[in-house]
Structure formats: C-alpha cells, structure tokens
C-alpha cells in the first residue's frame, strides 16, 4: 500500500474535472446574482425557460415533456412546477385526453418575468463567458 494516494494529475489545476467544477460554480454564483432579485432559482428559470421554447414551437405543454426535455426527474419537475403555480407564473390544468397528464402554460405575469429574467441571463452569459471565450474554444 502507497504511503501517499497517487492522482494522475499533478495538482488540481491541471485536472479537467477540477476546472470545469470551478468554472461551473463561478458561473452559477453569476446566474444566482441576476435571478435571486426576481425571486427565481436556477431550476424554476430553466422550466420556465423550457416551457416558453415548446410553447413557441405551438404545442400544448406537459410536465413530461419539460422534465424529458431536460433530463430531470419528474418528481423534482413536478415539485418546481407547484412552487412555480403557487407564484402565480404558470397554471397547470388536467389534459383533455389524458386525466394523468397536466398541461403547463406559462401566466402574463410568468411570461414577464421570463422575460426580464432570459434578458438578465443572457446577458450575464455573455458577459461571463466572453471573458473565458478564447480558452473555452479550446475545449470544444
């Protein structure tokens, strides 16, 4: 047995899995700053988000549908969704042909704050990675 654990890599630093932790905490420390103001977790942004490009794509939206397009589990989409229905940004009602099913709409008020929110997001994307841009092209 090695008296020391060995790592392939020679510091932290030099790991690929270290860096992309680090990078991803500094950026969802960027996306809390922007979306905390507008009483929004990153989660409930991403499943608004999510139901605003399928309703634009002009189809009735199910809970399903959003946690597959986004590869969550369905109990958690479910729990975020009623948080989201109980803030008055989405309205959930029972399918027309499938009484399991709930279609998902988003509110005029959800839909305003979606929008504040995607123009606050993007725009710290934008700012946070146009500095990391030249270097993450080189991971791509």
């Given at each position: 047995?090695?008296?020391?654990?060995?790592f392939i890599f020679e510091s932290p630093e030099k790991s690929p899995g270290y860096l992309l932790a680090q990078l991803t905490l500094l950026w969802q420390r960027k996306q809390k700053k922007v979306l905390d103001p507008l009483d929004l977790t990153h989660t409930q942004f991403v499943l608004l988000t999510s139901i605003a490009w399928l309703t634009n794509k002009g189809e009735n939206i199910t809970q399903v549908e959003i946690a597959n397009l986004n590869n969550y589990d369905r109990m958690m989409v479910s729990k975020v969704l009623r948080t989201l229905e109980e803030k008055?940004?989405?309205?959930?009602?029972?399918?027309?042909?499938?009484?399991?099913?709930?279609i998902v709409e988003l509110t005029t008020n959800g839909r305003?704050?979606?929008?504040?929110?995607?123009t606050n997001v993007e725009e710290a994307d934008i700012e946070f990675f146009e500095k990391k841009k030249k270097n993450l092209s080189n991971l791509i």
């Open positions: 047995m090695p008296d020391k654990i060995q008055k940004l989405i309205t959930r009602k029972v399918h027309s042909t499938d009484t399991r099913a709930k305003n704050i979606l929008q504040t929110a995607l």
